[in-house]
């Protein structure tokens, strides 16, 4: 049983090839990571997966269904969470306005319910949710990101660098609230980091990409022990 | 205070006065290179038909030159702080300089005010110029020219808050709005001459017209983004009133179309002597005739129209759609992937905006009884967009104060005649100068939380 498939999909920009041919898998109440270099191309996948841009070949299907052509707030609908890399809360909008915007798909009356959620895991966002996005730190604002993300009630959670720009200290709490998320609500969580030990140690299995293309997967732990994810991610590191 | 103190040691005095007699030579150069098209020759009609003449206005030109000279000197003085002698300048000055200074000035320091207040004070602001509004026609002090002052302030209101949806809030340059205007007016006078209808009737169409037509435009264009959007929406204003102009048969071209109904009070016309067998308005309430009943009930349907225009933007900003609309100007991106589909979202506003300058559309026409595609050229646009970004792009509050001091310092200094627009120049330079985001950039949250239960 699958949750999320994704078979032989080539994705473009223009006449580059972002994505030549990735198979991946990730099965309900998983962490599953993906790690790379710079540029391999794993925004890309998580930016297909949303359809936008769109995979010129290949199938993604969610739940059951084929979602390869959807648009992408139809994908959205269906209860993908996508917390983009770069974090994108809405500057100007305070906290509880950016957590609203997160529960557009769902349901208003659930609001009230997982506003209360989403505070219990990031209490910080409880004390600042009359500021605005823009003036939190950048830790309260990736922590609004997925906070927002999860507003939607999503049975896929796609997280992209969430440790870009933090303090390790940051890091560890980011990477603790996802297993949390994951062990308390068993949410599927797909994470995109270039911070592989953390994640690798936090996800049940991994994928490493290499220019477009998976090179390799195996458990977390798999990864973890094996030389050449070593020496390409985690020499001179943790 | 003293004139030796504020000298700057790298300008001392006598180098100093040289400095700026130089540059103000240089600056009257410019000023006559200028002022020799602009207003050194003057086509005047000659006789009865036989021809154009070109009249020489030289004494205008030395006067604009001088004005410069001597405004460059004063300039500059000022700015190495001789105040002392800007004091004196000021008293010999006959005083309009100063009129305009403290017109202008007055906004963008009530702006600040306002800005830095409590919710509750702007609250507060709002009520007392919604009650100042609603007893305007009854302050002993406004006659008929007023009363019209207030019908156009309000106009300017209205289209101010239709396009504050498309500019303020989804943050799409609209510089063709007033073609939704134009859609507008001539729906309503084509409707009520050949079908007969009345103004309340044609209302609620020609919204949905002009809501049509922004559907059709914005449909190819809001992919487009910024400076595109601003070009193609320019063109299209151009293009619907060219459109106006060519289309003989049925816009009646340049001539425009005259004779368009007057609104009548539920039925009731206005007018002197009504025709056989219908009672007028000031028959019905045995009242004298006066043609400023009119009038003021214009200003109140214009006001009903901008306060309808109003309630509803703050009543949806707080539904998902205006919240969407406020999201996509702040980030796209993030919106698309918290499942809102941007080309619909940005349609609605689109056409929510065009709707409202229809309905301005078809109170201008019925106000005017005359419309023709030179009421809606380009600078109209122009003024609502100016009133918007000038009242802080959003603020419902900041564009009714923009309105007032654009149109209403316009109109202060009329007799100035075509010098007017100085002053309209001059508001907005000051507004820029003193408050770059506009007089209002304060946005209010759309949401708290219910204070009962918890407190954070
Ligand atoms: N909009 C775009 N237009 C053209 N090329 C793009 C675009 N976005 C990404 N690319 C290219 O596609 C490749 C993959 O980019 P992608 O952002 O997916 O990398 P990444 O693995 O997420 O890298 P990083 O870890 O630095 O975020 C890169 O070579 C990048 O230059
Ligand atoms: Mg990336």
Redesign the pocket.
């Known amino acids: 049983m699958t949750l999320l498939s994704i078979s032989g999909v080539h994705t473009f920009?223009?006449r580059?090839e972002?994505l030549r041919g990735v198979d991946l898998e990730i099965r309900p109440g998983e962490i599953v990571t993906l790690i790379?270099?710079?540029?391999?191309?794993?925004?890309?996948?998580l930016m297909t997966v949303c359809g936008h841009p769109r995979a010129a070949k290949g199938s993604i299907r969610f739940d059951g269904g084929d979602i390869t052509r959807l648009p992408t707030h139809a994908i959205i609908r269906r209860g993908i969470a996508h917390a983009p890399?770069g974090r994108r809360i809405f500057p100007r909008m305070t906290v509880l306005e950016n957590l609203q915007m997160g529960a557009t798909t769902g349901a208003p009356q659930q609001f009230d319910d997982d506003l209360a959620r989403v505070f219990v895991i990031f209490p910080i966002l409880q004390q600042r949710k009359d500021q605005r996005g823009g003036t939190l730190s950048g830790g309260e604002q990736q922590m609004l990101a997925i906070g927002r993300a999860l507003m939607a009630r999503p049975r896929l959670l796609l997280l992209?660098?969430p440790s870009l720009g933090l303090a390790p200290l940051v890091v560890k709490q980011i990477f603790s609230v996802i297993r949390e998320i994951n062990e308390r609500q068993s949410m599927t969580v797909f994470l995109?980091e270039?911070n592989a030990y953390h994640a690798l140690k936090l996800a049940h299995r991994g994928y490493v990409?290499v220019n477009?293309r998976i090179t390799l997967h195996g458990t977390g732990a798999e990864l973890l022990a094996n030389s050449d994810v070593r020496a390409a991610y985690l020499e001179g590191g943790q | 205070m003293a004139a030796e103190t504020a000298d700057t040691p790298q300008h001392p005095p006598q180098d100093g006065i040289a400095a700026i007699l130089k540059d103000a030579g240089i600056a009257a150069l410019i000023s006559l290179a200028l002022a020799l098209p602009l207003f050194g020759f003057r086509i005047v009609g000659f006789g009865s038909g036989r021809g154009l003449a070109l009249e020489e206005r030289w004494d205008w030109v030395v006067t604009a030159v001088l004005a410069v000279f001597a405004g460059r000197i004063a300039l500059n003085l000022w700015l190495r702080r001789f105040r002392a002698v800007l004091a004196i300048g000021g008293r010999v000055g006959d005083g309009v300089g100063d009129k305009i200074g403290q017109a202008v000035a007055a906004a963008p320091r009530l702006g600040r005010i306002l800005q830095a207040a409590k919710p509750a004070f702007r609250i507060a602001v709002a009520g007392a110029l919604l009650a100042v509004a609603l007893a305007w026609p009854a302050f002993p002090f406004v006659d008929r020219y007023l009363l019209d002052l207030g019908v156009i302030v309000l106009t300017y209101v209205m289209l101010g808050w239709g396009l504050n949806i498309v500019v303020g809030l989804a943050g799409l340059l609209d510089l063709g709005y007033v073609a939704f205007y134009a859609v507008g007016a001539y729906s309503y006078a084509l409707l009520a001459l050949h079908f007969d209808l009345g103004f309340w009737e044609c209302l609620p169409l020609a919204g949905a017209f002009a809501a049509f037509f922004g559907i059709v435009l914005g449909f190819p264009v809001l992919r487009l983004r910024g400076d595109y959007l601003a070009i193609v929406t320019l063109g299209f204003g151009e293009i619907i009133r060219i459109i106006l102009i060519n289309w003989y048969p049925v816009t009646n071209g340049p001539n425009g179309i005259s004779g368009i109904p007057r609104p009548s009070f539920f039925g009731l016309p206005f007018a002197a002597d009504p025709p056989e067998g219908t009672v007028a308005f000031h028959q019905f309430f045995g009242l004298e005739y006066a043609s400023t009943q009119r009038i003021a009930f214009l200003y109140y349907v214009i006001l009903a129209l901008a306060l309808v225009t109003n309630l509803f933007t703050l009543r949806i900003r707080r539904l998902p759609v205006g919240r969407a609309w406020e999201a996509l100007r702040e980030d796209e991106i993030a919106c698309r992937s918290l499942g809102i589909n941007p080309r619909n979202t940005k349609l609605t506003a689109f056409a929510i905006g065009a709707m409202f300058a229809g309905f301005g559309g078809s109170f201008f026409a019925t106000r005017q009884g005359f419309i023709s595609p030179e009421s809606f050229s380009f600078i109209e646009s122009a003024i609502i967009l100016a009133i918007v970004v000038l009242g802080g792009m959003g603020s419902q509050l900041g564009v009714v104060l923009a309105a007032v001091l654009l149109i209403g310092v316009t109109e202060f200094f009329r007799e100035l005649e075509q010098f007017r627009m100085l002053a309209f120049g001059a508001g907005m330079v000051a507004i820029m100068v003193w408050r770059p985001r506009g007089l209002l950039a304060h946005r209010d949250p759309t949401i708290r939380l219910h204070a009962r239960g918890e407190k954070a």
């Open positions: 920009y223009g580059i972002a790379g270099a710079n540029g391999a191309g794993k925004s890309t996948l890399e992209d660098e995109v270039q990409m477009g």
